[in-house]
């Protein structure tokens, strides 16, 4: 290169001096570095998706019988086979445990937070996020999840506020931020105090029923109009829209798990978009940028699943948040400007598939000659492949299934109704005494309170109960331990883990080199930052 650069300057200068060559070689040096930056970063999220959810989905991709999947190979797998995929610890600050607000701030913003903080770094002061320096910088920005768009992960890259529960003020920080896409749920807090879904017309009207959840009179809506933006409340309207600046609310809470996804994909009156129909509609918008984009896509419910120690929907969430990322993968393949960055921001429940002594394989003779004369028994049983294709099976949510039951009248809630409801939903049956044992109760800690409310009956989880602080939506977990030694399936709380995460950086190999080896989620900050140039 020196060789080359003198050969050039000798036919510019015919004796050029040694500052002359130290000054073209510096500003070459630095012009290089500018030119080397990505100009699109997407950032891909699984909420709770340790690498035990990885291992769920990698191995329904190779071992089922049916596979939902076209050619076996999961999109993730390819983004780790032609990427770089290093460890993650996810601590926030004074704990070893963190909740989604705190880590994906610290995804964000690479300041160390604390639990339930969101855009706040650990002394409360306002950390600015990835998003907003990329803004800056020119680019666009954007924010897709299958959750609520003021629900943590997705607040946390456009939001600053001392508690994440603070979602109707959340909102009013994500309008102020400028992305320009956002598509995600939670409809209730965009709507003025006191209104219910018949405030949208004649602009708008909406599908599903929503009741606004802000104490304010303000409509956030006609706001985001007034800035320019499109808003959609459906998937024709997301289809068709060519707005370069794009709000869509598909839901008043959450949108759909996962199970629901993959049972109504094909369905003609299907209003709501999937993760992945969001993601290329963020992708097909924000591109339109000469300058680049940074884009956060969120699956959200991964989180949902361990929560609730539902193995059958985490396999669902695994491949809806999949599917996202295979939308990535094609947009992403064969471009040199764009750094694709997969993470969790910590594992949830603690889910593994476990060899037990329930139901054991018979022995079986083998070919080989060591097995001449005797039979081969593995003793325990080591959890046969079909599992996974009973797993994909399941009907409904465990939630859903709770919820549904729940709605009944008090003299309808029998066991005899919650094990008919359970066993048309679930291929791993229940018998009539595990359906009771579901059903138990016993009185609450004292004092105990859920989402703002004292509680004082919680379900009988009769093995380290302090770890499941959800109140009623325990009963989920007591299901799943009726059908572990059927699944072949163990979980370890009912909220989130410790466990390191994967991180899988795909793109050109001088950003992605750096992602191998062991991190914490705020250096993974600076990889991607240092990455866009910011
Ligand atoms: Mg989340
Ligand atoms: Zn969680």
């Not at 076996?72 to 004074?94: D, F, H, Q, V, Y």
Request: aromatic fraction near 8%; charged fraction near 25%; include cysteine.
């Amino acid at each position: 290169m020196m060789r080359r650069l003198k050969t050039r300057l000798r036919g510019l200068v015919p004796y050029p001096s040694f500052p002359v060559i130290l000054f073209l070689i510096v500003s070459c040096l630095s012009c290089s570095r500018s030119g080397s930056e990505v100009k699109n970063l997407i950032l891909l999220i699984g909420d709770g998706m340790g690498p035990q959810e990885i291992g769920l989905a990698l191995s329904y991709a190779r071992y089922s019988e049916s596979p939902a999947l076209k050619d076996r190979a999961l999109a993730l797998e390819k983004l780790m086979n032609e990427g770089t995929t290093g460890i993650a610890l996810t601590s926030p600050e004074g704990f070893l445990v963190t909740d989604s607000a705190a880590s994906a701030t610290q995804i964000a913003t690479g300041k160390k937070s604390r639990p339930g903080m969101i855009g706040l770094d650990r002394d409360g002061n306002r950390a600015e996020s990835i998003l907003e320096k990329a803004r800056k910088s020119g680019r666009s920005a954007g924010l897709v999840s299958d959750t609520r768009i003021t629900h943590a992960t997705p607040a946390a890259f456009a939001a600053h506020r001392p508690s994440r529960a603070m979602e109707s003020e959340i909102a009013l920080d994500i309008l102020d931020s400028g992305a320009e896409v956002l598509l995600s749920g939670g409809l209730r807090h965009w709507l003025p105090g006191g209104t219910d879904g018949s405030a949208l017309k004649p602009a708008g009207s909406v599908g599903f029923p929503v009741r606004s959840a802000r104490k304010d009179g303000r409509n956030l809506l006609e706001e985001v109009r007034s800035q320019g933006y499109a808003t959609v409340f459906d998937r024709a309207s997301l289809k068709e829209s060519s707005s370069p600046k794009l709000l869509g609310l598909f839901a008043a809470s959450e949108m759909p798990d996962a199970i629901t996804v993959n049972r109504t994909r094909s369905h003609k009156e299907r209003t709501v978009p999937t993760l992945a129909e969001m993601t290329e509609k963020a992708l097909q918008t924000l591109s339109q940028n000469k300058k680049g984009f940074f884009l956060m896509v969120e699956g959200g419910q991964i989180d949902y699943a361990g929560h609730s120690n539902d193995a059958g929907r985490l396999l669902h969430e695994m491949l809806v948040f999949n599917e996202a990322a295979d939308v990535v993968y094609r947009w992403a393949r064969g471009r040199s400007d764009t750094l694709v960055v997969v993470i969790a921001d910590h594992a949830t429940g603690g889910f593994s598939f476990s060899y037990s002594r329930h139901n054991p394989p018979p022995a079986i003779r083998l070919p080989g000659a060591a097995f001449k004369d005797k039979e081969y028994s593995a003793r325990n049983n080591y959890v046969n492949p079909s599992v996974l294709d009973r797993l994909y099976a399941q009907k409904k949510s465990f939630e859903n299934i709770r919820r549904e039951f729940e709605a009944l009248d008090t003299a309808l809630q029998t066991p005899e109704r919650f094990m008919r409801m359970f066993n048309e939903a679930v291929e791993f049956k229940i018998s009539l005494s595990q359906a009771a044992g579901i059903l138990e109760l016993m009185d609450a800690p004292p004092g105990f309170m859920f989402k703002k409310e004292r509680v004082y009956k919680i379900p009988r989880i009769r093995d380290f109960p302090e770890f499941y602080t959800a109140a009623m939506e325990n009963r989920s977990n007591l299901m799943a331990r009726a059908v572990a030694p059927e699944q072949g399936v163990v979980w370890s709380t009912g909220g989130h883990t410790a466990s390191p995460v994967l991180v899988t950086a795909w793109g050109p190999a001088k950003h992605t080199r750096s992602f191998g080896g062991v991190h914490h989620t705020t250096d993974v900050y600076r990889l991607m930052a240092g990455a866009l140039g910011l």
